[in-house]
């Protein structure tokens, strides 16, 4: 199929329903309003059913109720909009279900800005419900990789019956891009023989998220944690840049690691030893990616003050080693700024 | 040739047409030959890219750009200004950035009843790499939605087929020939094929409609 131009937030939903979802539940926010306006024309087309929720906390329970139905099932928000969905997602978590959310990361605290940021990320891979609880999340740093990794989030959801989050900003969601759509799935998905279809002659289905029982409870948490060692194992995914030789080495996802190659870009004429590593999974943080490198000081930039730093700090096993730059609030980085601050770290050292 | 359109020209088109980009080229190559030159950002559907993010570079460059008069970059409600004034001044070449789609248009209510259509231009941007306008049908189907909302009928077309840093001079051609579908339909004519000359890796082919509009990238930063 040829190229065709869309937007991120547009792509995405058109990325949803290649990949089979067919229930979208949300309600508008700047900057992924588009989502959910793109699904509520094409879902109907393909017989599939979007619902404009009274609420984001609406919405995101009409997810769990299409997920406990054997459903793909899609909600999408920016940042204040995903917090309000946060005890919806710890809900679908516990009851083992699978869903995608989207969220389409504007400045914050608060109802902050409408501009892009990344000021999410202790939210959705720390995780912003409450209970021992992870997220798979995904952070695409082009309209292309939104597309792919919406598709590759349904499959994750299903495959380890847990939400996905898809960790982007809203400048991913506004801008326009070429994409093509490619659903192939990579991976072995198990049948939904939990689902809640209807009893008819089958076996009683049950999903709860009251445990009667606290041991229940612990060992229900018990399981949680043999899915997350599993996903922490299997599903951790980076990109290298300019790695080979690296003395120094960004860490930076999303539209950060864009601005981020540019400057690599840049520094690279100049000669420094300079390259990238990029987390596509922020949950599993992909710290394989750190092992056996040499690398004299980590550069963690980010559009945020800082929230991934700590995972940089482990995964590199050095406190020491990392140094942070960001901007926030919606303030888009330079290339140039992150060229400064770059020789700031290294000096002389090329 | 751009000195030679109308008075007022407004670009309307689907939203992700590439009509804002069009419209900040357009101001900056009209600039080169009319000594006053207004842009009026009239986006009320788009909250980033809108060509207001240019005002300081366009105000440099001695174009006066109109926008909403609540200022700053998270304003995301349909306010805009003193839209009508350069109307009613005969000795400004105006150029109005609409939003997308028929909703971008409806803005227009605001200057529809002050416009004299003898110097109106009112031109429609396609890219037939967007989903809606990639057949002559979508596309008069958008056109037609736009006149609707707008009360003005599109006089021209704008060639804007285009994949940003991926566009090939082929993939203009079966824009050329999309559009011209398009035009043979409706009679509304070709006027601009525009596009970014830093990405195209040849000259563009002879025989294509419209004339050729050569742009920079304005609105997109280099690492987009």
């Known amino acids: ?350 | 040739m751009v000195q030679h359109d109308k008075r007022i020209t407004i670009m309307t088109g689907h939203y992700g047409s590439g009509k804002t980009e069009f419209a900040v080229n357009y101001a900056i190559k009209l600039s080169q030959f009319s000594p006053k030159v207004t842009l009026g950002d009239l986006d009320i559907v788009n909250v980033y890219f809108r060509s207001r993010e240019r005002k300081a570079q366009l105000m440099e460059m001695g174009i006066d750009v109109i926008s909403s008069s609540i200022e700053g970059d998270s304003v995301d409600i349909p306010a805009v200004a003193a839209i009508t004034s350069p109307v009613r001044d005969k000795s400004t070449r105006y150029i109005v950035d609409l939003g997308g789609n028929d909703t971008g248009t409806m803005v227009l209510g605001r200057i529809r009843p002050l416009l004299d259509l003898s110097e109106t231009d009112f031109f429609m941007v396609v890219n037939t790499n967007r989903p809606s306008t990639s057949s002559p049908e979508g596309i008069l189907k958008e056109m037609k939605s736009i006149e609707a909302a707008s009360g003005l009928k599109v006089t021209g077309f704008v060639n804007n087929t285009n994949l940003i840093r991926e566009t090939t001079v082929e993939n203009i051609a079966m824009g050329d020939k999309i559009l011209r579908q398009a035009e043979g339909l409706s009679k509304v004519p070709i006027k601009y094929i525009s596009y970014v000359e830093e990405v195209l890796h040849e000259p563009l082919p002879k025989g294509l409609s419209g004339e050729p509009f050569p742009m920079r990238f304005y609105m997109r930063k280099d690492w987009m």
């Not at chain 1, 009274?54 to 793909?72: C, L, Q």
């Open chain 1, 1 to 350: 199929m040829a190229k065709v131009l869309m937007k991120g937030n547009e792509a995405i939903g058109k990325a949803a329903i290649e990949a089979g979802c067919r229930f979208f539940f949300g309600y508008p926010i700047t900057p992924q309003s588009e989502l959910p306006e793109y699904l509520s024309e094409e879902l109907p087309k393909v017989g599939g059913t979007f619902v404009q929720a009274e609420s984001e906390v609406a919405a995101i329970n009409m997810v769990y109720g299409a997920a406990a139905a054997g459903a793909r099932a899609l909600t999408s928000s920016s940042s204040p909009g995903v917090a309000l969905k946060q005890e919806g997602i710890g809900y679908i978590t516990n009851a083992d279900l699978p869903a995608v959310i989207v969220n389409m990361m504007r400045g914050g605290p608060g109802l902050g800005t409408i501009q892009p940021g990344q000021a999410d990320y202790r939210m959705c891979v720390k995780g912003g419900s409450n209970g021992d609880y992870h997220n798979i999340v995904l952070a695409p740093s082009s309209v292309q990789e939104a597309v792919d990794m919406v598709m590759e989030a349904f499959d994750l959801a299903d495959c380890y019956r847990t939400p996905v989050i898809i960790l982007s900003d809203g400048l991913i969601g506004q801008m326009m891009e070429p994409v093509d759509f490619h659903y192939a799935p990579k991976r072995e998905l198990p049948p939904k023989d939990w689902a809640l279809t209807g009893k008819g002659d089958g076996q009683k289905h049950m999903i709860v998220n009251l445990n009667m029982d606290a041991e229940d409870c612990e060992n229900h948490n018990i399981q949680l944690q043999k899915k997350y060692v599993e996903i922490e194992q299997k599903e951790q995914q980076w990109e290298e840049y300019c790695m080979d030789d690296a003395e120094y080495a960004f860490v930076s996802y999303g539209t950060s690691a864009r601005i981020t190659k540019s400057a690599i870009d840049t520094l690279r004429k100049e000669g420094y030893k300079v390259g990238l590593i990029r987390p596509k999974t922020l949950y599993p943080f992909p710290k394989e990616a750190f092992k056996g490198k040499n690398i004299k000081k980590y550069m963690d930039i980010e559009m945020s003050m800082g929230q991934m730093v700590e995972d940089v700090q482990l995964a590199c096993n050095d406190v020491n080693k990392v140094v942070f730059f960001g901007r926030c609030g919606g303030i888009i980085l330079t290339p140039e700024e992150v060229v400064e601050f770059a020789k700031s770290v290294i000096g002389g050292d090329k």
